[in-house]
């Protein structure tokens, strides 16, 4: 922890760094005179809430800086500056030592900035070479030229190590090589400075290691990297600096060599970094869902086979694996948006495989979604409407056949201040919170409406370690209380923390059955990417 006569700085010794993710490659980024970006005073205002207050951050050039922070520190909000997608209201922006500002991507783009995005913005329709040229095609005459396209992308892949097939569908590549598909689009449009928001969140400890390999090259080729990231030990592995963020402010810009996870944590929350550890067993007899050989088909192939597992009152059973590999269509199966094509599905020990999703979550199934903007929020709505999503024909949200705004505002200021949603009130529109707040409201709106068995997807997918805690500690409290939860998860810590079972899915089979106690998480992505496999059934 930080004593009183020593403040966090930009060190300049080399002493022992902390334990953490091994480095592939020695910090030894190019530098120039003139700093990559340079934000000075930059000031952000939205109704009722600062979100960038005097902000400066220096990024040198061929380095990897780290921005990190709790979710609503600002961080996305300055991203989306420097990135033309919002005007700041005062300050300045230098890029190679030239002030500038940009009034959208375009000029952005046009200026050698890349930003990938936490969700993946491709089609899976198109091919690698499509998705990577779309809006900057290249011609010849009046037609593409695709020849061209695909000559430069395989060039890019060669000098970068970012090895891709140009001709594959999107849709059958794993998410590391989608991810190199997003790195390589912005590289192909000339970016030299490179904005990657929350870029291991759905990876396995292979492909960040892979991940990482690939930055320290393109860091050595002389290309700038801003990394945005909730994952400390992550940042403390990849950085050469790292940039604080708290409350709209830069509180510190530290040496990750003169550093921990814990001080980091504690500069961004004013805690210690929280850990999802939980072994006492609350463990009961009674079963809540029993799942036996549910098969779910997609087309003409089976997105599911065989699967079979229980959950009982007081257990969290969580499932990994990488992302792809069956995990939608299982939750889709268990809520009811997709019926299975065979086996059975019991909640509370009623025979729920034929019923709809509204009956189903009337009778204590509970659901947060992996992907809240497409499948959880109502983004132009209000904070109080959202919280009515999926329990609007319960109380309070209804008197007989009418809406009760009243009791639908009030069990929403509940969530608010138990789950510490940042909002100016709860007649906010949804978009206008980050990421976090989002995934806040949404985990607060199923937790309080008590439910016997509970899907929990990312639960704390883009939120900050404090958020973190918050959501952790639920949980727990939950199950021991009797909740039973279905936790699927990309966070291979939590999974190992929190669950009392732990399952692997692969290529949509259970195909191995782990003791959280002693897995470690190279073991469990081994079992993940299909280099090991105990099948279950």
């Known amino acids: 922890m930080w004593g009183s006569d020593r403040e966090p700085h930009i060190a300049q010794t080399h002493r022992e760094a902390p334990t953490r993710v091994p480095e592939t490659e020695p910090r030894t980024g190019a530098r120039s005179a003139a700093p990559a970006v340079e934000l000075i005073d930059v000031t952000k205002v939205f109704p009722g809430v600062v979100a960038n207050d005097s902000v400066n951050l220096l990024v040198e050039r061929g380095e990897i800086h780290a921005v990190v922070g709790e979710n609503g520190a600002g961080k996305s909000t300055l991203m989306k500056i420097l990135f033309g997608m919002q005007a700041p209201d005062e300050g300045t922006i230098r890029v190679g030592g030239q002030e500038t500002g940009f009034a959208s991507p375009k000029e952005a783009i046009a200026a050698g900035i890349g930003m990938v995005h936490q969700h993946f913005m491709l089609a899976d329709n198109l091919t690698v070479v499509e998705n990577i040229v779309l809006g900057f095609e290249p ?26 097939d140009p001709d594959v569908l999107v849709e059958t590549l794993a998410v590391g090589e989608r991810q190199r598909v997003e790195i390589l689009k912005v590289l192909y ?15 396995v400890p292979q492909e960040v290691e892979e991940l990482f390999r690939n930055l320290h090259s393109l860091r050595d080729e002389g290309v700038t990297i801003i990394f945005i990231s909730h994952k400390l030990d992550e940042v403390l592995a990849i950085a050469d600096r790292i940039t604080v963020m708290r409350g709209g402010k830069t509180v510190a810009t530290v040496d990750p ?10 500069l961004m ?31 003409e192939r089976w997105a599911l086979r065989n699967i079979s597992f229980v959950i009982r009152r007081g257990e969290v059973v ?26 059975r599905i019991e909640l509370g020990g009623l025979d729920i495989t034929g019923w709809g999703t509204r009956e ?8 947060i979604p992996e992907d809240r903007h497409r499948q959880a929020l109502l983004l132009s709505s209000p904070l109080w409407e959202n919280a009515m999503l999926g329990h609007q024909s319960l109380e309070p949200f209804v008197d007989g056949p009418w809406i009760q705004r009243e009791g639908a505002r009030e069990r929403t200021q509940t969530i608010v201040d138990a789950f510490d949603v940042r909002t100016p009130g709860v007649d906010t529109l949804a978009i ?14 199923e937790m309080v409406s008590e439910p016997r068995m509970l899907i929990a997807a990312h639960p704390t997918r883009g939120i900050d370690v ?45 195909v191995a059955d782990l003791d959280p106690a002693t897995v470690t998480p190279e073991e469990l992505g081994s079992y993940m990417t299909g280099v090991r496999q105990e099948v279950t059934e």
């Open 139 to 164: 011609t010849r005459g009046p037609r593409l030229d695709f020849v061209k396209a695909r000559a430069k992308i395989t060039e890019l892949a060669d000098v970068h190590g970012l090895p891709i």
């Open 318 to 343: 969580g499932i990994a694996g990488v992302e792809g590999n069956g995990q939608s269509e299982l939750i889709e199966a268990l809520i009811g948006v997709r019926q299975a094509d065979e086996g």
């Open 360 to 367: 189903r979550l009337e009778n204590g199934l509970g659901i």
């Open 269 to 299: 929350v004013g805690s210690e970094l929280p850990t999802p550890e939980t072994r006492e067993s609350t463990v009961t007899d009674q079963v809540e869902l029993e799942v036996e050989g549910v098969g779910v088909r997609a087309g």
């Open 257 to 266: 060599r003169d550093v921990d996870a814990h001080q980091l944590a504690e």
């Open 432 to 445: 206008a919170l980050s990421g976090g707040n989002q995934q806040k409201l949404i985990v607060g709106r």
């Open 189 to 203: 449009r000339g970016a030299e400075i490179l904005i990657l928001d929350e870029p291991t969140a759905v990876l």
């Open 466 to 510: 404090g958020a973190q805690a918050a959501v952790w500690e639920q949980l727990r409290n939950a199950r021991a209380l009797g909740l039973a939860v279905l936790l699927i998860s990309a966070d291979l810590e939590e999974l190992i923390g929190l669950s009392d079972t732990l399952r692997v899915i692969y290529r949509g089979r259970l």
